[in-house]
């Protein structure tokens, strides 16, 4: 029975020194998904902003978030300020998933999408085009300063601080119309948040992808710490077979007499050569031989590596590989577990609220609120004026022209002043001070339920109705020729 190593997470002072890594690359499987995701996200990422898009209004740009407008506009979806509760639905969508997926695969999302796995990948790339391959890197960076070292060691840095600059260049670009907004970037007349913003992506992108690097996963990324409450004995983690690595004398460098599969099985020794490229192309610098650590992102690069020597050796692969505890006692892996079934109805649930009220919202958001200081006033002509705000807001792409009616108080006339009709630009708002009279002899109660008709002219079953409630003290309703409330 095979047996994968999962022992206990090894201890680790914050204060201990830390030992620089300088990663082997790999071939392999997982190397290939990972530079597809990483090709992928980088396209999106610096790509998306340069997206045109049709919209009622006119063309624009595909993602844009427009703090001016209190907007943001993603594809067709245009989501205003007052919409937050959609962002806090989909916030907790996202934390729920990557529960759901922590608890099935591990950290697999640290591996293969967090944005600093694939900021690191992409500078470890240009360190090792610059320096070289593993040896060559830790001869230079032991080697005296030459000018060769300066001027390796500047590219470097320079190349990092270029992508950690394009990095802030491209996110401030999706806070505004990318043409002009680079235009202005580039000829000083962009607005002093965009400056301050590149400068933060660009120093915070170098410090964490170039200098910290690992140090930000295992130190200061707290899901790194809390995910160990997520794994259960189903959970799927990166994972050595200690018994067929070790056998029952242990690894063994592959000699003369030890290289053929059998003559070491014979001799007690397992398949693990101990060549050591499994610790070499982990970018956390750990020995997964150990066991499972906290530090592992559980990105497969030393599944590639082991791969990569069993085939060299003619042995079966998956000496390291993608297990569960479980299933390295013999049993199977069992996704279907009630944890992961609660958090994926739950998620379920909030998917469908969330598509629901997105399809589902009004264009307009319309808030009324009568005006309490005073409640009334009497006219000179003896009718009684009950005043009210109406706040409209057009979450629409096109500008509207809204009409305002009431309902259900015979009698009262509706006064909105110089307007008969309110004109609202798209994504704009508009507070209305709307007075609504009623001659005394038309009440007929303290109180008296009406209604607000707010209709879209340009769309004719663009309709909004809002209760509301007229006053008048009591002293007045005698004067009603129907007398009684
Ligand atoms: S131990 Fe393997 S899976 Fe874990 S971080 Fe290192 S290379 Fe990636
Ligand atoms: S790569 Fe495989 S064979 Fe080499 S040391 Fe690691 S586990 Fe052993």
Redesign the pocket.
Known sequence: MSEVATSQPESSSAQQQRIPIYPRSVKGFYRRIKSSIVILAYSVYFLLPWLRWDRENGPSQAVIFDINARRFDIFDLTIYAQDIFWLALFLAFAALFLFFITGIAGRVFCGYFCFQTLWTDVFMHIEHWVQGERPARIRLAKSKWTAEKIFKIGLTHFLWLLVAFLTGLAFTLYWGNAPDLIVDIFTFNAPLAAGVTILFLTLTTYVMAGIAREQVCTYMCPYARFQSAMFDSDTIIVA?DSVR?EGKKG?HKPSKELIKRENRQQQGYG?????????QVCPTGI???NGLQYQCITCAL?ID??D???DSVGYPKG??RYSSENEAQGGKTNIFKPRTIVYGLVMVVIAVLFFWGLTTRSVVDISVRQVRQPLFVMLSNGDIQNRYDIKINNKAAKPMTLVVSLRGLQGAKLDLGRFDKVHIAAGGSSTLHVNVRMPTKEITRENQDFEFIISNLNKKDNLWIHESNFFAPKKYIKQSPQGAQ
């Open positions: 050595y690595g690894r398949d693990c050569v101990d060549c050591g490229y499994c610790v020995d997964i031989r030393c590596a082991c990569t020597i069993m000496l390291i």
